[in-house]
């Protein structure tokens, strides 16, 4: 599902403009609709803007002889990565989807989950490292789910839940073997 939400944003948001969709996380908004913050590029750019998905009726058109529903996007705010000062988790030690965006103000974001919030800065920070040459300010995150490790792979949360698994599966195999008495 997401892949191809994906795909329709960036064919109808991000395409049009010559950026190129990044990465995006669901989020939730006071407003009616899905809400999404996405980060996009071009040439050396980097964007992140909410974009607002709102379900409405289709006009009906030559080859479909039939109204129907369909997806409209927009942005409704946009910030260039560089005025990005601080991007604060607010607690590393809670399972807490809620960060701070600090721009010339304090933006408020609510993830859908913890690991949308994580993923979002770990591409930020990719990103910044990358265009302006610079570590992105994280603040109140923990730690060992944004840095590198040596099984580290910029794929995001899929190489965290296979470092978990092989551990556990260490853990059960040292649970079966015998202990010399």
Same mark, same amino acid.
């Given at each position: ?5 994906? &795909? ?8 049009? &403009? ?38 409405? &009726? ?40 809620c960060f701070l965006?600090?721009?010339d103000s304090v933006?408020?974001? &609510? ?67 015998p202990v010399p008495?």
């Open positions: 599902m997401s892949s191809l939400l994906r &795909k329709e944003m960036a064919r109808m948001v991000f395409r049009p &403009k010559g950026q190129k969709l990044e990465e995006f996380i669901e989020i939730e908004e006071q407003q009616q609709g899905r809400h999404f913050l996405c980060v996009s590029t071009k040439d050396k750019q980097v964007q992140i803007s909410v974009v607002m998905c709102r379900r409405v &009726k289709r006009s009906k058109t030559k080859k479909l002889q039939h109204y129907g529903l369909e997806d409209s996007y927009e942005r409704t705010e946009i910030w260039d990565l560089e005025d990005l000062l601080v991007l604060d988790g607010r607690d590393p030690d809670s399972d807490d989807p965006m600090h721009f933006r408020f974001v &609510k993830a859908i989950s913890c690991a949308a919030k994580y993923t979002l800065a770990r591409c930020l920070l990719s990103l910044s490292r990358k265009y302006r040459c610079t570590a992105l300010k994280l603040r109140n995150f923990d730690w060992t789910y944004i840095r590198p490790t040596a099984m580290y792979s910029d794929r995001g949360d899929c190489m965290v839940l296979m470092q978990v698994c092989f551990y556990a599966f260490n853990l059960v195999c040292l649970s079966m073997c008495l």
